[in-house]
């Protein structure tokens, strides 16, 4: 078992050893560890001298960024629990977050859309700081706030709130402990096999475990994060690579399957790349073969996790990407895995049941949610929702999930969520939300409507109302109408049959 | 010309047919229109309605983040004899 440390401690040893190294380059700012921890100071100084206390709640609503991070880290470093928002959210979904966890200090772009809407909460006791890159802004004032030492924290301590995929109405509010994070984080470092000297391309959000993984690991290494907010250019993106003589680049199944459909490799010095990883769902066979054909001198780490347990469960090593293809691995350092059948017993080797998994890393529970936390935490046991097997080497198999969430490009996306915005629509008589397959995203959102008698209602008018309300990549990208939706004998809808064919109309 | 490719943003990405929600020299990125899945969609769109092919490599925002850089674009990519055929 590795030792007890915590993220911002992580952090200000990396500061110390080298204060020059570049920590963060984002476009053309280059901010080198020094630097980043004096704002992470100032801006623990500013929440201390606020009255932050303990455990209270400071969430960041940014896009990747330098400033993002000095949020994040200086909400740990004075002791508070730094819960990441999803920047593309909308004030719907904000404010019912914000209400969840009780945040007292907001951090927030000063160009979000529905900035005058957040700022109008504080009668919630909500105090809300307001980020760009101006000389009178909220930011600056703040960056000069007298710089505050690191609280000390034990393992059991809250850090950090994630909000997964629940609804508007029920929000899951993952609630990971500073023990958790530095688990995961030792495990992670362990198997990569991180280096100061690596320099990693970052395009995934820091709000998902996923990037929040990505961002922690290597900060703690004392290694460079390039931010990159869009793969819009894939170009753009290999020649970023190329320049900045990046080593690790981690994404889902359609970073890669954008990025070899639209450029050619070839084209870029990409030498320096030592290692790919890949999680967020299965990558097909065929995308895995053209990646490590485009790109045959970097080690390709498939891997899989769950928010629940911070981020990271197995890990295949790449050197048997060949003989296990289609696993997720075994389990990284200090995580334990068994299948459990239904009445929570472990299967015997190559039978599915659901994937069951322990260890530091492992949530202490949903916030402010005892029922919800104890349908998953039972028995000891984290029990993810997903099924699969494990083989007579203890190579995990997965074989789908339980439940009907939706999973598109890096996003983990409630349906229930979209039809309960849908359904606001005075026309609408009914709605389902499903996935189907697509090739670049592996899913694609459609919702099948019926309408109430008279009414009428076109896709543009729903698709409008959804991006109003919701982040663009919960926008049905299909809306059919239907005369009814199909269900089964108990009254529920059978999504499945939505999501294979097109619905009757 | 302009006027097809507005009317293709306007309804694919801002879900409207109102005019006024798009400019031509807008950038698609920073008003947060375009992202890595519409602009493959578009680049469809370009090749199917215009008859261009449209490379990897032209793939940049330089060419694709605006209508006014999309118009002169494709105004660049087709080939005399349509832009003949299209004055007529």
Redesign the interface.
């Known amino acids: 078992m590795t030792s007890f440390l915590p993220l911002a401690d992580r952090l200000q040893a990396s500061a110390a050893r080298t204060p020059d190294a570049e920590a963060i380059v984002h476009g053309t700012r280059r901010v080198s560890y020094g630097e980043l921890w004096a704002q992470v100071r100032a801006v623990a100084g500013y929440l201390k001298a606020g009255g932050l206390d303990r455990g209270d709640r400071v969430a960041v609503l940014l896009e990747n960024s330098v400033e993002y991070v000095a949020a994040y880290y200086g909400t740990l470093a004075a002791g508070g629990v730094a819960v990441g928002l999803n920047a593309s959210a909308r004030a719907r979904e904000i404010s019912a977050w914000l209400d969840h966890c009780g945040a007292r200090v907001l951090f927030v772009a000063a160009r979000h859309p529905d900035v005058e809407a957040l700022r109008a909460r504080a009668h919630t006791g909500l105090t809300v700081v307001t980020v760009d890159a101006s000389d009178d802004g909220d930011w600056k004032r703040l960056l000069a706030s007298a710089p505050a030492d690191v609280v000390p924290v034990g393992p059991e301590d809250t850090a950090a709130i994630l909000y997964t995929s629940g609804t508007t109405g029920r929000p899951k509010g993952v609630t990971l402990s500073h023990g958790n994070l530095s688990a995961n984080n030792a495990s992670i470092i362990q198997y990569l096999g991180l280096l100061p000297s690596d320099r990693v391309l970052n395009l995934l959000p820091f709000f998902y475990s996923y990037g929040s993984s990505v961002l922690h690991t290597h900060l703690a290494t004392g290694a460079t994060l390039v931010i990159e907010n869009?793969?819009?250019?894939?170009?753009?993106t290999l020649a970023r690579l190329a320049d900045e003589r990046i080593t690790g680049f981690p994404g889902v199944p359609?970073t890669f399957a954008?990025l070899l459909?639209?450029?050619?490799f070839s084209?870029f010095d990409l030498g320096a790349l030592r290692y790919l990883t890949q999680a967020g769902g299965a990558m097909p066979p065929a995308t895995i073969q053209r990646l490590r054909e485009a790109l045959p001198n970097a080690r390709l780490f498939v891997m899989y996790g769950q928010t629940e347990a911070t981020a990271r469960l197995t890990y295949l090593p790449p050197d048997r990407l060949d003989d296990k293809l289609g696993s997720v691995g075994v389990p990284i350092p200090g995580v334990e895995i068994e299948v459990h059948d239904e009445t929570d017993r472990p299967v015997p080797v190559g039978v599915d049941g659901e994937v069951c998994v322990r260890g530091g890393n492992v949530m202490t529970g949903y916030f402010n949610d005892q029922p919800a936390t104890q349908s998953v935490l039972r028995n000891g046991w984290l029990h993810t929702g997903d099924l699969g097997h494990l083989d007579a080497d203890g190579y995990l198999y997965l074989q789908g999930r339980r439940s009907d969430m939706i999973k598109s490009?890096a996003h983990r996306i409630s349906p229930f969520d979209i039809e309960e915005v849908i359904a606001a629509l005075p026309e609408v008589a009914e709605t389902a939300v499903v996935g189907i397959p697509d090739d670049?995203?592996g899913e694609a959102i459609k919702a099948v409507i019926t309408l109430k008698p008279g009414a009428t209602l076109d896709a543009?008018?729903v698709?409008?109302h959804c991006?109003e309300q919701l982040p663009?990549?919960k926008?049905p990208r299909t809306v059919e109408f239907a005369t009814s939706l199909p269900r089964t004998s108990s009254g529920k809808i059978k999504r499945y049959q939505l999501a294979g064919t097109a619905a009757a109309s | 010309m302009q006027q097809q490719i507005r009317s293709f943003i306007l309804t694919s990405f801002l879900f409207t047919d109102d005019e006024s929600k798009l400019k031509n020299h807008d950038s698609l990125l920073e008003q947060g229109i375009m992202d890595s899945t519409g602009v493959l969609e578009l680049v469809g769109f370009l090749e199917s309605q215009f008859g261009i092919k449209v490379a990897d490599d032209e793939l940049v925002p330089e060419n694709l983040d605006s209508v006014d850089r999309i118009v002169a674009f494709v105004g660049r990519k087709q080939p005399a004899q349509s832009r003949a055929a299209a004055a007529v």
């Open positions: 869009n793969l819009i250019y894939p170009q753009k359609s954008l459909q639209a450029a050619d084209k490009g670049v995203l543009m008018q698709q409008r991006s663009r990549y926008v």
